[in-house]
C-alpha cells in the first residue's frame, strides 16, 4: 500500500503560477510512475502530467506542455508540478497517481494509488 499526499493548492490570479507537490509513504515499484491528473465540476478527470521517477521520462497534456513541469526528488519520495502562466480553465481539483510502468501514462484507469486532491483555482 501506499499513500499519497498533495500539498500547494490555493487560489492564484490568473498569469500567476503555483506549485504543487505529491509526497509518496514509500518508494517501490509502483511508485516509478507518478502522473497528476486533474478534474473541474462537471467534467472527467483528466491527463496533466507523468514522469518516470526512475528515467525521469516525462510527458505531458497538450493544453499545459510549455506552461507546467513535472519534476522528482527520489530522496524524498516527492514530485512537484510546477504550473506557470496559470489560466482560468486550470481550475480544478489536482490528483497525483502512482503506478509501476511509464507505459499509457496518460490514462488514468491504470494506476493503482490515488491521493486525496488538492484544489487550485485561478482568478480572472
Known amino acids: 500500500q501506499v499513500q499519497l499526499v498533495e500539498s500547494g493548492g490555493g487560489l492564484v490570479q490568473a498569469g500567476g503560477s503555483a506549485r504543487l507537490s505529491c509526497a509518496a509513504s514509500r518508494r517501490t515499484l509502483t511508485t516509478n510512475t507518478m502522473g497528476w491528473f486533474r478534474q473541474a465540476p462537471g467534467k472527467e478527470r483528466e491527463f496533466v502530467a507523468a514522469?518516470?521517477?526512475?528515467?525521469?521520462?516525462?510527458s505531458y497534456a497538450d493544453s499545459v506542455k510549455d506552461r507546467f513541469t513535472i519534476s522528482r526528488d527520489n530522496a524524498k519520495n516527492t514530485v512537484y508540478l510546477q504550473m506557470n502562466s496559470l489560466k482560468p480553465e486550470d481550475t480544478a481539483v489536482y490528483y497525483c497517481?502512482?503506478?509501476?510502468?511509464?507505459?499509457?501514462?496518460?490514462?488514468?484507469?491504470?494506476?493503482?494509488?490515488w491521493g486525496q486532491g488538492t484544489q487550485v483555482t485561478v482568478s480572472s
Open positions: 497517481a502512482t503506478k509501476r510502468f511509464f507505459l499509457a501514462s496518460s490514462v488514468a484507469s491504470t494506476y493503482d494509488y
Open positions: 514522469i518516470s521517477t526512475s528515467s525521469g521520462t516525462t
